[in-house]
């Protein structure tokens, strides 16, 4: 049976039990009422068969096994149908959804080699429609980052949150390819630690040029308030009030991280940069690009005390403002800092350095098994490791590469101490220090800037909690 045919008979059955409408005209009752997506008739058949056919994928997104075709086709063929039967609900996005129909159908033709969704994904532009609570169905073969490391069939419902004073801010803070969103409902990809949506985890036959990005908030917020919640407790830090705040209001966090993603992302390509922004296709020594992810959360921190005692800025961006700098500290040292392995753990360095720095300044104090904060003096000293970093990066522009990597490697050590088998902090030899590059990076060790006895006593205790937020979500 081909695929348009059995479309229609499929199609048919799901308008039994569907309510579509046309968008324009429905009220917010009866969205509220009745599209609730993640329970449309149609939804749920789509997000089955992709699940079912993540089954029958190679890493790659292929179906290599012939006997298994019939099977895919048909749920291809479910795909395509619920597909054509919600796109009423986004037509913002109907030149999109009618290339991935295509698109599909382009796969089963071609007997299910490497699946190819370039002119889906061209059309796919959410950037352009960056609207408070406007939704989007978005269906490609893909790996989620922190998820599948396959390009497998995945589906996701999401909403935009795009709050007023975000949008007044990005006209300070111009970043056209930024779009925040939330989860309504996902397939097992994303039933993970991913929180990203990016346009370079799709399946197709070249690359283009990027246009968008998107940032699941909701996630990043519900795991931020859990984590942190239980490690006050476990630390006995008395948070400030406003603060605390975050800890129980779910939609006040989301704009917070929304506000911080918003200044950190285009960070990544402003400033004295010695290189390629994003270091796409560069193998460096993993500490680099802690560095590199800390300056962006430090730039959003600093940016944000600024906003915070601007006079002009409106209540809700200073407010805002304000609550960007406890994030930014509390999901560094409290769930960056012992998530994950050990292994080449960028991230989890940077939330070691930051809590290393602001100890050693004494702003940051563990005494009597009790953590305490003194706030007042926190802005400046955070600003000035930022600051510290953004010196590095200066120097760095007239520097080679490999003396680079050593300047950085010093500024690191200075605050966290190196592994006692580190080469690096031994000194390399002359025999690497004349060699290329790789062989500078093959002599970083995997666990180069072990944990502190304070982060090994802390992770045993917090490992529970922080497995519990996989795949987490607002409504969780």
């Not at 406007?134 to 980052?145: A, D, K, S």
């Not at 949008?167 to 039933?191: C, H, K």
Request: include cysteine.
């Amino acid at each position: 049976m081909s695929i348009s045919v059995e479309k229609t008979h499929i199609a048919a059955a799901l308008n039994a039990d569907a309510l579509i409408g046309e968008p324009e005209v429905l009220e917010d009752e009866t969205l509220a009422a009745d599209a609730d997506l993640a329970q449309q008739p149609a939804w749920l058949a789509l997000k089955a068969a992709a699940t079912a056919l993540q089954a029958l994928q190679a890493q790659d997104g292929s179906i290599p096994d012939a006997d298994t075709h019939a099977d895919a086709a048909a749920s291809v063929a479910i795909i395509a149908a619920a597909i054509d039967e919600l796109a009423p609900l986004f037509p913002h996005d109907a030149d999109y959804l009618e290339a991935a129909v295509v698109d599909f159908e382009k796969w089963v033709a071609a007997g299910f080699g490497v699946p190819d969704f370039f002119d889906a994904l061209q059309a796919f532009q959410p950037q352009k429609h960056r609207v408070n609570g406007l939704r989007h169905l978005v269906v490609f073969p893909m790996y989620t980052q922190n998820g599948s490391t396959s390009r497998l069939v995945e589906a996701v419902l999401i909403e935009v949150i795009w709050p007023e004073f975000i949008a007044e801010l990005e006209q300070q803070y111009t970043n056209a390819l930024f779009v925040p969103i939330r989860f309504l409902d996902f397939t097992p990809g994303y039933d993970t630690n991913s929180a990203v949506l990016f346009p370079e985890t799709v399946a197709m036959r070249e690359v283009p040029t990027f246009t968008w990005g998107a940032i699941f908030a909701d996630r990043e917020a519900a795991r931020f308030r859990r984590v942190v919640g239980t490690a006050a407790e476990i630390t006995r830090l008395q948070l400030p009030a406003d603060a605390a705040v975050l800890l129980h209001n779910q939609h006040l966090t989301e704009e917070t991280f929304v506000m911080w993603d918003l200044i950190h992302d285009r960070t990544h390509m402003r400033g004295d940069l010695p290189f390629d922004p994003f270091m796409i296709k560069q193998r460096m020594p993993f500490f680099l690009y802690s560095l590199e992810e800390l300056r962006c959360d430090l730039t959003a921190f600093r940016e944000s005390v600024s906003i915070e005692r601007d006079g002009n800025a409106s209540p809700e961006a200073r407010q805002h403002a304000k609550l960007v700098q406890y994030a930014v500290i509390f999901d560094r040292i409290f769930r960056f800092a012992i998530t994950g392995s050990r292994v080449r753990n960028y991230d989890g360095l940077g939330g070691q350095l930051l809590f290393a720095w602001m100890h050693q300044h004494n702003v940051l104090h563990w005494t009597d098994t009790r953590l305490t904060v003194d706030w007042d003096a926190v802005p400046e000293c955070v600003i000035a490791l930022g600051a510290r970093i953004d010196e590095l990066y200066w120097a760095s522009i007239d520097r080679p590469k490999k003396a680079h990597w050593l300047a950085a490697y010093t500024m690191i050590a200075e605050t966290l101490t190196p592994n006692p088998a580190s080469h690096w902090a031994r000194g390399l030899s002359e025999e690497v220090l004349a060699g290329a590059p790789k062989g500078y990076t093959d002599e970083v060790l995997d666990d180069e800037f072990p944990l502190s006895m304070f982060f090994e006593a802390l992770e045993k205790k917090m490992k529970a909690v922080i497995a519990s937020t996989v795949g987490i979500t607002a409504h969780d």
